[in-house]
T-cell receptor
Framework: GENVEQHPSTLSVQEGDSAVIKCTYSDSASNYFPWYKQELGKRPQLIIDIRSNVGEKKDQRIAVTLNKTAKHFSLHITETQPEDSAVYFC????????????FGIGTKLQVIP | DTEVTQTPKHLVMGMTNKKSLKCEQH?????MYWYKQKAKKPPELMFVYSYEKLSINESVPSRFSPECPNSSLLNLHLHALQPEDSALYLCASSQGPPTDTQYFGPGTRLTVL
């Protein structure tokens, strides 16, 4: 089955700096890679996703890159703000009639004001 | 309506009780999921329903019994739980390919005494 490794497990940055979270996956059939943000006590919320036919996707301060050859994908947050503090999960799945999504272990991001 | 709702928000039960968790979505999604999430861990898939049929059972103990009465509703019946079953139980739904994005409900915080 799919295995997703995520690092770092914790990340502290100063407000205004950039944050990068990296993930690798093992199943070359995986073709959909969502990123979820989970604030303490709340539900995971999709913040950005990328499909295997795209190398990069951007949404305001958030971007995701995908290297299919190396089976790497990364989340980039620029100009970080205190409200970006949360746990971020990367995930990988094979698009199909239903999905089994494999999550990374999560990265706890702390943005220091 | 772009939300997945779950009831109750919190549940405390004894090991001999029977209780049910409920999940509802009105987005016309055809796949619904139950996840279990322990503190500081990623969501762990339990069950997947696709077109109201059970598609995946991740070797979940029989004290957890899912039910999908219709395309909008998903229940999780609980019986004879153990204290280690205490966790956040998340419901999610997805439209199916090509979208594949899973939307999570707010979760039910379950405590087993």
């Amino acid at each position: 089955g799919e295995n997703v490794e995520q690092h770092p497990s914790t990340l502290s940055v100063q407000e205004g700096d950039s944050a990068v979270i990296k993930c690798t996956y093992s199943d070359s059939a995986s073709n959909y890679f969502p990123w979820y943000k989970q604030e303490l006590g709340k539900r995971p919320q999709l913040i950005i996703d990328i499909r295997s036919n795209v190398g990069e996707k951007k949404d305001q301060r958030i971007a995701v890159t995908l290297n299919k050859t190396a089976k790497h994908f990364s989340l980039h947050i620029t100009e970080t703000q205190p409200e970006d503090s949360a746990v971020y999960f990367c995930a990988a799945t094979v698009s199909g009639g239903y999905q089994k999504v494999t999550f990374g272990i999560g990265t706890k991001l702390q943005v220091i004001p | 309506d772009t939300e997945v709702t779950q009831t109750p928000k919190h549940l405390v039960m004894g090991m001999t009780n029977k209780k049910s968790l409920k999940c509802e979505q009105h987005m016309g999604h055809r796949a619904m999921y139950w996840y279990k999430q322990k503190a500081k861990k990623p969501p762990e898939l339990m069950f997947v329903y696709s077109y109201e049929k059970l598609s995946i059972n991740e070797s979940v103990p029989s004290r957890f019994s899912p039910e999908c009465p219709n395309s909008s509703l998903l229940n999780l019946h609980l019986h004879a739980l153990q204290p280690e079953d205490s966790a956040l139980y998340l419901c999610a739904s997805s439209q199916g390919p090509p979208t594949d994005t899973q939307y999570f409900g707010p979760g039910t915080r379950l405590t087993v005494l």
